[in-house]
């Protein structure tokens, strides 16, 4: 495998081993770095896979590996940071160039213990700043208030917000103290610890432990600010990091803790190590004046405040020392130094800088996503827009920034890691230059961009659940489209052709590729030219942790990779092997297709052709693994989506519910008050129509007493007259009936208009005329009876005899009308 040349990717890539966690269980090594034979640093490593699965050993080249006992500075020194420094500082004149530096690992593997430290060592972002603040410090603006700020802000291409680190801090740890006191600060807003906060159990622990409020750092027992059994070693060498830290800080005089506020306590708690505090216990009885903070570009405002935060910044970390590191800067420019930072979580950006707000309709802490985008001064590249940056004159201000900043960031216990990141971290350090003689000049400049990439994990291991399961499913899945950019930056540099890097697919890759090639030159002539940013990715990985997730993360980053295949299992002996039992080397640079490099041998065709089929074999279950990986991935990202679906589900439902019962309870009130209106018109209807008809039979009754009353009573009296005559006169007309009757046939009998009796009974009288006519239908009635009725009478005409009879029967039946 060929030594691998620098400067040639868009991002150089080492490998960082860590060293075993300390009581972790034992397990097989399944990491060798190869010693190199040319070069003064290892650059190859083989991935042994665990002896039962038979699987092909894998070879992979990096720019350089970083073993197991190599620490910061040696990370530091060795990745170029002072030249990525010097490219931002462009002490040649000019803007510079910008750089990145990111960590990619599996979870735990170490990428925040580079990147931010831990209680006893600097980071490289702590280590970056330091170095920038040193190499400027001649050359640092005397004041960054006003009008230096509103330069800057007039030239800030990113819609930002420009403020202090004075007015920032301030603010911010008023913030803090709002926060301390409310037990949602317990639950979202954990304790720092030394670059990542510690989890929420953590926080809440460590709040437990002390008794009271805030106690004073001074008079607590050590005992109570950090369970440490140390040795007395330990402790002088702490006090020698300690008095060179203050060194390295520009510290000379330590400072009276009068000054700390209590709440500020209740976040430094975690950070206090022993000799911090006995330090501090030391310094509180000298009282002594600190007159070191009086530094250069110090105002009082920026005094009182670093001094606030004093006993703070002593108890962070001071090593390892990086005074030696002073970079050269542009001696025709002043500089300032303005920080930002951000996180990119379920592949959305937030500003950590800036408190999450109440939301006024659920009073829950939000914080609003920003956007990746061109601006109006910068239209040829996105930029993350609507930050709050923070300007910094001084290394503390920049360092107390960070730890703020960090205390925003998203972290979270899993399976794997009791601190894990569950967001993608960005440190941004701009460093903005401007001629002195500045009043006809802008501020320009380049940044330093550091960032901590949460880590690939199985959810298997992890044993997340719920919100961090989909957390861990997004952070894969911005993790393989990461990989699928470093691999074709990998495949590039192995062909001829000038591969696509496919870095619009997440936010993440966005952010991380975007200022990696040089603008169009056409379209924005009228700008100044960017030179593509320098990037570093530094590989974490433990040797003694999980084969699978360690071979897919290697695959995705290594520069170079080599296939080993293993012995056929058919073949005993010489066969594949190099003689001595050792499987047989082929070199790949490229993914997937495998070349074979063997020298001729004094074997059969047969043979031959069965090695090139155990090598084809190898290679396909190389790619099924690798398939494998890839499923696994997205099976993971499937769950998550699952179970962000289930818990959309859930809200759905609920907030259905919570409508359904609103609608109900809004329907009964308005069905009640349509009701009672209904009731009350009914009423009102009733009365009127009650109304109404009282006055109707008034009306009656009115015009009833004004008719006359005579004329009434004459009229009754002739009616009933009437009346008894025409009963008389139906008696008599029934007795001449019944008479005859009783003495001659019907048929015989003379109709009733023509006798006599009848005519005498109704007298002839006029006035009896309309009786006679009611009479004379009776009469009518009474022939159709006699002559019409009966179907026997019909149904014989010709019978004489029987018809008589038939219709004496009938009168005598009629005798009863
Ligand atoms: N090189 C190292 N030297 C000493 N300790 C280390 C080293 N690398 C990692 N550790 C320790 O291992 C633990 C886990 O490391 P760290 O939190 O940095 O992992 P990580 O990769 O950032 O994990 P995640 O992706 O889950 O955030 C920490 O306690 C850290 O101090």
Not at 339 to 345: A, C, D, K, L, T
Not at 735 to 749: A, F, W, Y
Request: net charge neutral; glycine share 6%.
């Amino acid at each position: 495998m060929d030594p691998i040349p620098r400067s040639q990717h868009l991002f150089e890539v080492f490998l960082r081993l860590r060293p075993p966690h300390p009581g972790g269980a034992q397990s097989e090594r399944i990491l060798d770095v190869e010693q190199p034979e040319v070069s003064p640093h290892p650059t190859h490593i083989t991935l042994n896979p665990p002896p039962d699965r038979r699987k092909a050993v894998e070879k992979f080249g990096f720019t350089q590996i970083f073993e197991e006992d190599e620490d910061q500075l040696d990370v530091f020194h060795c990745t170029d940071t002072s030249s990525l420094i010097e490219g931002i500082l462009a002490p040649e004149g000019g803007d510079g160039t910008d750089a990145v530096i990111a960590t990619l690992g599996v979870t735990g593997s170490g990428k925040t213990h580079t990147i931010l430290g831990n209680r006893h060592q600097r980071g490289i972002a702590q280590l970056a700043i330091d170095v920038i603040f040193r190499s400027i410090s001649e050359n640092m603006v005397e004041s960054a208030q006003s009008p230096t700020l509103d330069s800057l802000q007039a030239c800030d291409a990113s819609e930002s917000t420009l403020v202090t680190a004075t007015h920032f801090l301030d603010t911010m740890s008023g913030d803090s103290i709002q926060r301390s006191t409310t037990p949602m600060m317990v639950r979202t807003q954990p304790a720092l610890l030394f670059g990542k906060p510690t989890t929420p159990s953590k926080a809440a622990a460590s709040a437990q432990q002390m008794p009271g409020s805030f106690p004073d750092s001074a008079t607590a027992s050590p005992k109570s600010v950090e369970p440490v059994s140390e040795t007395e070693e330990t402790l002088q060498r702490k006090a020698q990091q300690d008095s060179s830290a203050q060194q390295s800080l520009g510290i000379t005089k330590s400072i009276t803790i009068a000054n700390v506020s209590p709440s500020k306590r209740v976040l430094d708690r975690p950070f206090m190590s022993l000799t911090a505090t006995s330090r501090l216990k030391t310094t509180a009885k000298q009282d002594i004046k600190n007159e070191s903070f009086g530094s250069i570009g110090s105002s009082s405002g920026q005094r009182r405040t670093l001094r606030r935060h004093s006993n703070f910044l002593m108890s962070l970390p001071s090593g390892p020392d990086v005074s030696d590191f002073v970079v050269p800067c542009d001696p025709a420019a002043e500089y300032v130094v303005v920080v930002s930072m951000y996180e990119v979580h379920n592949d959305r950006i937030y500003d950590l800088l800036t408190p999450a707000s109440k939301s006024p309709s659920t009073k829950e802490l939000r914080r609003r996503p920003l956007l990746f985008k061109p601006t109006e001064h910068s239209p040829d590249r996105k930029v993350v827009a609507g930050l709050r940056k923070v300007v910094c004159t001084d290394v503390r201000e920049a360092i107390l920034v960070l730890e703020t900043g960090l205390q925003e960031r998203r972290v979270a216990s899993t399976g794997s890691n009791n601190v894990s990141s569950r967001s993608h971290g960005f440190f941004c350090f701009e460093v903005k230059k401007r001629s002195y003689g500045w009043r006809n000049n802008s501020w320009s400049g380049s940044k330093l961009t550091i960032v901590d990439l949460a880590g690939s994990e199985r959810a298997r291991d992890a044993k997340t659940q719920g919100a961090t399961l989909a957390e861990a499913g997004k952070i894969n899945e911005s993790l393989m489209y990461l990989g699928q950019c470093l691999q074709a930056q990998s495949e590039a540099n192995g062909s001829s052709k000038s591969n696509v890097i496919p870095y619009r697919q997440c936010k993440l890759t966005e952010i991380l590729f975007t200022n990696s090639f040089a603008s169009a030159p056409t379209t924005y002539n009228h700008l100044p030219k960017r030179n593509p940013q320098r990037g570093v990715m530094i590989v974490t990985a433990d040797p003694l942790g999980d084969f699978n997730a360690t071979s897919q993360i290697l695959r995705y980053s290594a520069l170079a990779r080599e296939v080993t295949v293993p012995r056929a299992p058919s073949f005993s002996g010489g066969m594949g092997s190099n003689g001595h039992g050792t499987p047989r080397s082929f070199g790949n640079n490229g993914f997937g297709s495998v070349r074979s490099h063997f020298s001729p041998v004094s074997a059969t065709e047969e043979r031959v052709t069965m090695e090139i089929a155990a090598l084809e074999i190898a290679r396909m279950s190389d790619e099924i693994e690798q398939l494998r990986g890839e499923i696994d991935i997205q099976s993971e990202a499937r769950i998550a989506a699952e179970a962000h679906l289930l818990s959309a589900e859930d809200r759905m439902i609920d907030i259905e519910a919570a409508i359904r019962e609103e609608c109900a309870l809004e329907f009964e009130q308005r069905l009640a008050i349509e009701l009672a209106r209904f009731k009350a018109s009914m009423q009102i209807e009733k009365e009127r129509h009650e109304e109404h008809w009282d006055r109707k039979v008034d009306i009656l009754e009115r015009s009833l007493d004004s008719a006359t009353f005579d004329e009434g009573f004459d009229k009754e009296n002739i009616l009933v007259e009437n009346l008894t005559q025409e009963v008389e006169r139906l008696r008599r007309e029934n007795t001449i009936l019944k008479r005859e009757m009783g003495s001659r046939s019907p048929s015989k009998r003379k109709p009733l208009e023509e006798r006599e009796d009848y005519s005498m009974a109704s007298g002839g009288d006029s006035t009896l005329k309309p009786k006679s006519d009611s009479v004379l239908s009776l009469n009518r009635k009474l022939e159709r009876l006699k002559v019409g009725d009966g179907p026997r009478l019909h149904a014989n005409p010709g019978s004489p005899k029987k018809v008589r009879r038939l219709v004496a029967r009938r009168w005598e039946d009629s005798d009863g009308l």
